[in-house]
């Protein structure tokens, strides 16, 4: 195998009641685990100036906090270093063993430490790694390092950062968060250093309160990861050795500089999408181009569509989605209009001094049949109209939400203000039922948060937009995905173009990919500097929901109206009509070979054929692609 594999994901609504991020009672994706390494050095007994208290004393305080806010039987550890002997560079020792989360042995055992000795960090990341479960039938969840640390190792070896650069580069290497706590010099830069070489990140703690924060982040960005979902495969590094696959979805793994090859096999009249999302650690060290590029390529020369994504920010990354299709032309003339053996490719570009780890990669083939002979479509809708960004949306008390982890358990919205929290370097991710002739259009608000003192710096706030084949919709002139955050109100409005079958035929990326009714995806990021600048640990963020226009029966000219709407395509219980017209896998029944028009539409053939543009036709042709 190339690299460690993600298992598949526990259900939708595992990912925990709304105000943490992983509440106490919740699921934990499969194969995650923590297990916190504590500084037990003699300076953990000097004054935790302004507290009255010890800096151990302190600490003690805030993993109280940290397993209180972790979800039932979360797999969790605790190791600590210089807690045996006043002297020594082997003092490390593990207090409890990683198992399914005892709250209140965790906290007893932390109660006895003492701090008294010598500072071995690089040893006890070594052994941390060790107490971490292997993955689990090449499944990877979330496996974190907590280190917590006043100071620098007085060891010397093994070297911090060496350790944490050889796991970081491990496939199935854990993630590695520092906290430091009242460090400046030579002990911060060396925390940074570890951080950034396990692929995690560094949270500043230079008072109590803030070692309280700062340890609950990481500790449930470590219990929030990515659920993942999908049947394991093993991509190929060419062409000739491509495993051949049907509609569904996969999941594989990616590192810096590769490219996977999968073959498929595709007739003459169908739409071929494929959309593929690298789900590195959360906040891992990238750079603003790096990149996830996705291709469809036909024989040896012919490359059929492509579409690349970069992060467009070096805060820390996030999940990143690419996607193309191979929209066959009306005329079937080209030569990626044929029936034959394709490929489907995808490719990851890195800087030097991103992160070097194995990504997971979760993609989706999906094959939509054309329209039966006889049924003319309904003309391409390549304009926002009433939803461009000056539409009216929701307003009133917002209800509380909690949203996903991913596509795979993304939490459904209707029309209304709904009310969620996020984590610096967090992604939630939500999904709102559209039919043919209705779009979506949204408002995501980050909220007015107490900042930290002499909080200087900014981060971001991004949205994307997704079909029910995952192809991410840009704003294309209208729309902007993020907006700065520095603790004041921020705000970024997004939306698509109606749902239109023609609509694939349309060149513009903003168009081109919105042509399949069913669950359209909203993600909502927070860039990772945020944990710089707020107080409190989660940050408020608000989204105003609508689905405007009325549902259509089918996508063919001429198609009936479902039901009577109240406001903007809302029943009268206010959520999305759309909702109740989504089957199977993202309601788009595109997973396998879908009609498009749908069994038992009602289909109106009428004599005139809508003219399709010329310029249309090089839809596929196009840097992104369709859905």
Same mark, same amino acid.
């Given at each position: @195998? ?33 297990? @916190? ?6 300076? @953990? ?13 302190? =600490? ?95 060891? +010397? ?17 854990p993630r590695i968060d520092t906290v430091g706590f009242e460090v400046e010099g030579k002990a911060r830069e060396q925390l940074e ?62 590192? #810096? ?18 959309? =593929? ?21 036909? +024989? ?43 490929? %489907? ?64 358990? =993304? ?16 992604? %939630?991710?939500?999904?709102? #039922?559209? +039919? ?58 997004? +939306? ?16 081109? #990919? ?40 089918? #996508? ?72």
């Open positions: @195998m190339a690299g460690a594999l993600p298992a598949a994901a526990a259900g939708p609504g595992a990912h925990g009641a709304h105000g943490a991020a992983a509440a106490p009672g919740a699921a934990a994706p499969d194969d995650s685990s923590l297990v @916190m390494v504590l500084d037990s050095s003699g300076s @953990m007994a000097d004054d935790d100036d302004g507290t009255g208290r010890t800096r151990m004393e302190t =600490a003690r305080s805030a993993v109280g906090t940290v397993v209180d806010g972790l979800p039932d039987h979360y797999p969790t550890g605790l190791r600590v270093y210089g807690a045996d002997r006043s002297q020594g560079c082997t003092d490390t020792r593990l207090l409890r063993p990683v198992q399914p989360l005892d709250r209140t042995a965790v906290k007893r055992a932390v109660a006895g430490v003492r701090p008294k000795g010598d500072t071995p960090i690089g040893l006890s990341l070594q052994r941390a790694a060790e107490d971490l479960p292997g993955p689990a039938d090449g499944a990877m969840g979330t496996r974190t390092i907590l280190l917590i640390s006043d100071g620098e190792d007085n060891c +010397g070896t093994p070297q911090p950062c060496e350790v944490a650069e050889q796991l970081g580069k491990d496939g199935a290497g250093c570890i951080a950034e070489a396990g692929n995690g990140r560094y949270y500043d703690a230079p008072n109590a309160k803030s070692l309280a924060r700062q340890l609950q982040r990481a500790s449930q960005l470590s219990a929030d990861g990515y659920r993942f979902r999908g049947k394991r495969v093993e991509g190929a590094a060419t062409g000739d050795r491509a495993p051949l696959l049907a509609p569904g979805q996969y999941l594989d793994a990616i590192g #810096p500089g590769e490219k996977r090859y999968y073959a498929v096999d595709l007739d003459a009249v169908s739409t071929a999408d494929f959309s =593929a999302t690298a789900v590195p650690q959360p906040g891992a060290a990238v750079d603003t181009f790096d990149a996830l590029r996705t291709s469809i390529a036909y +024989g040896t020369d012919s490359s059929c569509a492509t579409n690349t994504e970069h992060f467009h920010q070096k805060e820390g990354a996030a999940p990143l989605t690419s996607a193309v299709a191979r929209i066959p032309a009306p005329e079937g003339t080209r030569v990626c209009d044929r029936a034959g053996r394709y490929w %489907l490719v995808v490719e990851r570009e890195s800087k030097k001094g991103s992160d070097a780890a194995r990504w997971p990669l979760e993609f989706v083939h999906g094959v939509e049949a054309p329209l039966k002979k006889g049924v003319t479509p309904a003309a391409s809708e390549p304009q926002y109209g009433m939803g461009g960004k000056s539409a009216a949306l929701p307003s009133g008390d917002p209800r509380d939400v909690r949203g996903g982890t991913g596509f795979n358990d =993304a939490q459904e919205l209707g029309r209304g203000v709904w009310r969620d929290r996020i984590l610096p370097s967090q992604t %939630l991710w939500y999904k709102v #039922p559209a +039919g043919w002739g209705q779009q979506v259009r949204y408002d995501v608000e980050f909220a007015n948060e107490p900042t930290v003192e002499q909080a200087s710096s900014y981060s971001y706030g991004a949205t994307q937009l997704f079909t029910p084949a995952r192809f991410p919709v840009g704003g294309g002139g209208e729309f902007t995905s993020t907006a700065m955050y520095n603790g004041r109100p921020a705000a970024i409005r997004m +939306g698509s173009v109606p749902v239109a079958w023609t609509n694939r035929y349309e060149y513009r990326s903003t168009v081109q #990919p919105v042509h399949t009714r069913g669950e359209f995806y909203i993600s909502v990021t927070l860039g990772a500097r945020a944990a710089d600048i707020a107080q409190n640990p989660q940050i408020g963020v608000v989204l105003r929901v609508s689905v405007l226009g009325d549902e259509r029966a089918g #996508p063919e000219h001429g198609a009936v109206l479902l039901g009577k709407k109240t406001d903007n395509g809302a029943d009268k219980r206010g959520n999305s009509t759309a909702a109740a017209d989504s089957d199977g896998t993202g309601g788009a029944g595109w997973s396998g070979i879908a009609a498009a028009a749908g069994a038992g539409a009602v289909v109106v053939v009428i004599a005139r054929l809508v003219f399709v543009r010329s310029r249309r036709r090089v839809a596929t042709q196009t840097t992104r692609g369709s859905a």
